[in-house]
């Protein structure tokens, strides 16, 4: 089910629709579709019937100590990889008839084991397993290799997560998450800036997840239809067929928040813009912007010069802090003053 919730930040209000939290199985990880670096040529060789088994850390255990009979502390919860020498001292124990103390780590509910360096686990590991239910896999990879992968791919799925009502899109590097209510112009916007040589990432509903605690990793919550846009009066059209594969991504961190609503004549807006107002993202403070819309107002270009204003931030440079500071000076050196008791006043 889906329960909805907003986020408020100085008058930002960004909805959200939260996702009802699955758990992540070992099959969920053999069936995951990695590509390039996080490709971890995962199978399974034994203990089919533990595939059902949860993964709830994402994080991996070397079992040396546990198979000499040291189970202190040991961190059954994580997966467990079992390298070169680990295999060697499984060999050494099949070797003196010696199970005990497999049998007593394979009692633990751990989620699997994992043999690197495409490894064979011995015939007594194999049928305890079995028994006791617990998924065997296998790579080819080694072992430091295959570690990175995994806590890398763990950190993307156990990520903090949640859906927002949106458009995201890539505006000279910079991913700017439009937010706002429904018809104010958001696609339409967005498909300008695309025109215009930009990225699409996402419309309409945009999944982010927080990894490493402050960034926040935007994408479309169906990558089947993330870069399909619904222009009213028009209707569904794919951006990528029409625009070429130059003009999407499939995702991009959320830098900056904008908010589009329409202009109200009777509220103060932001003119200098030396407050720095941001927007709290799954704990993550992301730099937020209030833009009133009406007709005749350049969105596209306005959304331009924001993305680049905020590439100026990251480099140190605050355009707003810089003005303020040479009108103090300006009025210091009195030039303010000669300039306005010699203005012609008299009328």
Known sequence: MYACG????????VYSIRMAEKKFTVLDLLELDLQGHDVMNLKCIAGRRGLTRALTVPDINR?????????????????????RGEVAYLQKLHAEENSATIRQLLSYPI????FT?????????????????CAVLQTNLESTDFSSRLLRVAANVFAPKKTMHGVLVEVYGVGILLAGHSGVGKSETALELVERGHRLVADDIVEIRCVNGNTVLGQGANTLISHHMEIRGLGI???AQLYGVGAIRHQKEV?????LEEWDSNKVYDRIGTDQN?????????????????????LPIILEAAAMNERLKNMGYYSARDFNQNVLKWIETGEAQTAYYSSDDSY
């Open 111 to 114: 989620p699997c084991c994992v």
């Open 6 to 13: 907003c986020i408020a930040k100085k008058g930002i209000s």
């Open 117 to 133: 360096h495409n490894l064979e686990p011995t015939d007594e590991f194999r049928a305890l397993a079995e028994e006791n239910n």
């Open 278 to 298: 941001t927007v709290d993202l799954l704990g993550v403070k992301v730099p937020c912007l209030e833009i009133p819309v009406k007709p005749g107002r350049n």
């Open 255 to 259: 830098q900056l928040v904008v908010y």
């Open 237 to 239: 059209i794919n951006v």
């Open 63 to 83: 079992p040396g100590l546990a198979l000499s009979g040291f189970y202190d502390s040991f961190a059954w919860q994580r997966v467990q990889l079992f390298g």
